[in-house]
């Protein structure tokens, strides 16, 4: 019997121990919260997420969980919800038929909510508590995105939950970690882009310091904790146990230093500051104006230099002793930037394009966000999705970017409006019946 197909049987069978030897020993495979059935195709299948994160690097973390499978149950503020729904222009209007008042949907907050489920509730009232105790006991894993310390209040912090659920798997994501003399900060993305290093080498030669065009470092972070929930899911195959995961916009923020951290910590000297589009050492690796817009050019050897030489139409580059080896054009970085970018203001970028197609050459058009939207690359590659919104209507999203040979990842179902399943997750997973739920919504626990 196949792996996928041993896993299939071993899920099923419910109430069974755990130990290391899972694989060799089906009977003592942990029972998943949903019991995925054989035509699911998504990795995460099964498995069920508590969300308690608002804005971006939260919802991005549990989104891409989504993505893959999980069932997300978003925990929302019954009155206002996420922050970012709030946070606009632009919005999708709702359709007249919603009979709903306002500017529409968010497009900061359709960008990370989908493939999830939404709940109005407050957890200021006992019962919501009560209520977030019961889905605790039903999920894999918690998400929360609290300073630190900031749900012990509410009973609600890995060590009460712990308690209640010992294979949870709960992870916070803070600014600046549970730990260390910054914990208590609240860090928003460009201010950890600033302290820790990403605003220094941002911007042109010269400059001032510049944040990336998206707040790449919420980003990273939840990419970074999805990567350490599904190590924790693993973890928990082998032991029984869940886990807390402390998760920092600041830790990630260092690690995605990178080369620049490591060529610091090396050399021991000071790094080399903004390059803009340039590369420290390689040249020509930068973008270049053309008529009606840039190009990008990477030299990264001496060969594709040739190539660039050719196709700009000025073959006799390759033999100037200036610009023979990398090494030289470094050093002569002001004269041979200069020659190409007066070769390529005489052309608009589509045409340069066309003359380097097939060439071997790696070039770029620097598209705006329409046009790289637009692109027929992005198109052919199923980055663009379409999904019927139940207020909105037709609105297109980004689609998840990692392409699978067996599993079918993507966008199932549309972000969800304020509290759209508070009926279902309480009557379902928590077995209240519709007059409690009725009361609830009067007392203003959920909406």
Same mark, same amino acid.
């Given at each position: 019997?196949?792996?996928?197909?041993?896993?299939?049987?071993?899920?099923?069978?419910?109430?069974?121990?755990?130990?290391?030897?899972?694989?060799?020993?089906?009977?003592?495979?942990?029972?998943?919260?949903?019991?995925?059935?054989?035509?699911?195709?998504?990795?995460?299948?099964?498995?069920?997420?508590?969300?308690?994160?608002?804005?971006?690097?939260?919802?991005?973390?549990?989104?891409?969980?989504?993505?893959?499978?999980?069932?997300?149950?978003?925990?929302?503020?019954?009155?206002?919800?996420?922050?970012?729904?709030?946070?606009?222009?632009?919005?999708?209007?709702?359709?007249?038929?919603?009979?709903?008042?306002?500017?529409?949907?968010?497009?900061?907050?359709?960008?990370?909510?989908?493939?999830?489920?939404?709940?109005?509730?407050?957890?200021?009232?006992?019962?919501?508590?009560?209520?977030?105790?019961?889905?605790?006991?039903?999920?894999?894993?918690?998400?929360?995105?609290?300073?630190?310390?900031?749900?012990?209040?509410?009973?609600?912090?890995?060590?009460?939950?712990?308690?209640?659920?010992?294979?949870?798997?709960?992870?916070?994501?803070?600014?600046?970690?549970?730990?260390?003399?910054?914990?208590?900060?609240?860090?928003?993305? +460009?201010?950890?882009?600033?302290?820790?290093?990403?605003?220094?080498?941002?911007?042109?030669?010269?400059?001032?310091?510049?944040?990336?065009?998206?707040?790449?470092?919420?980003?990273?972070?939840?990419?970074?904790?999805?990567?350490?929930?599904?190590?924790?899911?693993?973890?928990?195959?082998?032991?029984?146990?869940?886990?807390?995961?402390?998760?920092?916009?600041?830790?990630?923020?260092?690690?995605?230093?990178?080369?620049?951290?490591?060529?610091?910590?090396?050399?021991?000297?000071?790094?080399?500051?903004?390059?803009?589009?340039?590369?420290?050492?390689?040249?020509?690796?930068?973008?270049?104006?053309?008529?009606?817009?840039?190009?990008?050019?990477?030299?990264?050897?001496?060969?594709?230099?040739?190539?660039?030489?050719?196709?700009?139409?000025?073959?006799?580059?390759?033999?100037?002793?200036?610009?023979?080896?990398?090494?030289?054009?470094?050093?002569?970085?002001?004269?041979?930037?200069?020659?190409?970018?007066?070769?390529?203001?005489?052309?608009?970028?589509?045409?340069?394009?066309?003359?380097?197609?097939?060439?071997?050459?790696?070039?770029?058009?620097?598209?705006?966000?329409?046009?790289?939207?637009?692109?027929?690359?992005?198109?052919?590659?199923?980055?663009?999705?379409?999904?019927?919104?139940?207020?909105?209507?037709?609105?297109?999203?980004?689609?998840?970017?990692?392409?699978?040979?067996?599993?079918?990842?993507? +966008?199932?179902?549309?972000?969800?409006?304020?509290?759209?399943?508070?009926?279902?997750?309480?009557?379902?997973?928590?077995?209240?019946?519709?007059?409690?739920?009725?009361?609830?919504?009067?007392?203003?626990?959920?909406?």
């Amino acid at each position: 019997m196949s792996v996928a197909l041993r896993l299939q049987a071993i899920v099923r069978r419910p109430g069974l121990a755990l130990s290391s030897n899972a694989l060799r020993h089906p009977a003592q495979w942990r029972r998943f919260s949903t019991i995925p059935t054989p035509e699911d195709t998504l990795p995460l299948a099964g498995i069920r997420v508590l969300d308690m994160t608002r804005v971006l690097a939260g919802p991005y973390c549990t989104q891409i969980l989504g993505d893959l499978g999980a069932e997300v149950i978003k925990v929302e503020h019954p009155a206002r919800g996420d922050d970012t729904r709030a946070w606009g222009p632009p919005f999708a209007k709702y359709q007249d038929a919603s009979k709903k008042d306002g500017p529409g949907e968010s497009a900061y907050y359709l960008a990370v909510n989908r493939n999830k489920k939404s709940i109005g509730l407050s957890f200021q009232h006992k019962s919501g508590v009560e209520i977030l105790h019961k889905l605790v006991k039903e999920c894999d894993v918690l998400v929360e995105n609290y300073l630190p310390g900031g749900l012990k209040k509410y009973n609600m912090d890995y060590d009460t939950l712990h308690k209640i659920n010992p294979k949870l798997i709960y992870a916070s994501i803070t600014g600046y970690g549970q730990t260390g003399p910054y914990s208590n900060r609240a860090g928003y993305d +460009v201010m950890v882009e600033a302290e820790m290093g990403m605003l220094h080498i941002t911007g042109e030669r010269g400059g001032n310091p510049v944040k990336v065009g998206v707040a790449v470092t919420d980003l990273t972070t939840g990419l970074y904790t999805s990567n350490a929930i599904m190590a924790s899911l693993l973890a928990r195959a082998r032991t029984g146990k869940g886990q807390h995961i402390d998760a920092c916009l600041s830790d990630c923020q260092v690690a995605t230093l990178s080369n620049i951290a490591s060529s610091a910590l090396i050399s021991g000297q000071k790094d080399t500051g903004r390059w803009g589009t340039a590369h420290p050492s390689i040249v020509p690796y930068r973008s270049y104006q053309t008529r009606d817009g840039n190009i990008l050019f990477g030299g990264g050897n001496d060969r594709l230099f040739g190539v660039l030489c050719d196709k700009l139409g000025f073959p006799e580059w390759k033999t100037d002793p200036r610009f023979v080896t990398n090494k030289d054009r470094v050093s002569h970085r002001e004269e041979i930037d200069g020659l190409i970018e007066d070769t390529t203001k005489q052309k608009t970028t589509e045409e340069w394009l066309k003359i380097f197609e097939g060439s071997g050459m790696p070039y770029a058009a620097v598209n705006d966000i329409q046009g790289t939207l637009n692109d027929a690359h992005v198109q052919a590659r199923g980055m663009v999705k379409e999904v019927d919104h139940p207020d909105c209507g037709p609105i297109k999203l980004v689609n998840t970017p990692i392409k699978y040979s067996h599993s079918t990842p993507g +966008v199932r179902a549309p972000p969800p409006t304020l509290g759209q399943h508070t009926d279902q997750i309480l009557g379902e997973f928590c077995g209240f019946a519709k007059e409690d739920i009725a009361r609830l919504k009067k007392e203003g626990v959920v909406s």
